[in-house]
């Protein structure tokens, strides 16, 4: 199991807007871009995407190994949630961690259950990220 946190390139104090956190609490589908090893880029889509806090969003890994593990080996990452009936979205652009064990870790347990979820013991990681603008 793991969690990854994106951090903003230029503004560590970056908070999501109202607008922002509709756009991911509707859609619940992101696109997360991150580089593999060969320098390609991978796009995986993952429907869990939601809203950690005010400055960070967050997506279960249900069964994205090329995701986890290009963030392991890049932290570089991109995460693109689109409002389809009004044709504007959001990308939120920064670098992950990839976090396998500790306090931060406990805590998405919680979460990932209130949202619904299956127990985290039961997956592989929880991504989540700083917001980036």
């Known amino acids: 199991m793991s ?4 951090e903003s390139e230029s503004d560590m104090g970056a ?3 109202p607008d922002m956190k509709r756009v991911v609490s509707e859609q619940r589908l992101a696109f997360v871009a991150t580089v593999c090893s060969d320098g390609t880029p991978n796009l995986s889509p993952k429907g869990t995407i939601a ?5 960070h ?3 279960a890994d249900i069964h994205s190994p ?3 593990e290009n963030l392991k080996e890049n932290p570089a990452v991109e995460v693109n949630v689109v409002d389809p009936f009004v044709r504007k979205g959001y990308r939120f ?5 990839v976090i396998v064990n500790g306090e931060l ?3 998405s347990c919680g979460f990932t259950e209130a949202a619904g979820w299956t127990r985290l ?5 929880l991504p989540y990220g700083d917001l980036c603008s």
């Not at 969690?3 to 994106?6: E, T």
């Not at 809203?51 to 400055?55: F, G, K, L, P, T």
């Not at 652009?93 to 961690?97: E, N, R, V």
């Open 66 to 68: 090329g995701t986890i």
């Open 57 to 59: 969003l967050v997506f």
């Open 105 to 107: 870790f406990k805590r």
């Open 121 to 125: 013991e039961e997956r592989e990681s």
């Open 3 to 6: 969690l990854s946190k994106i």
């Open 15 to 17: 908070k999501l807007t």
């Open 93 to 97: 652009k920064g670098t992950a961690k």
């Open 51 to 55: 809203i950690w806090d005010d400055h």
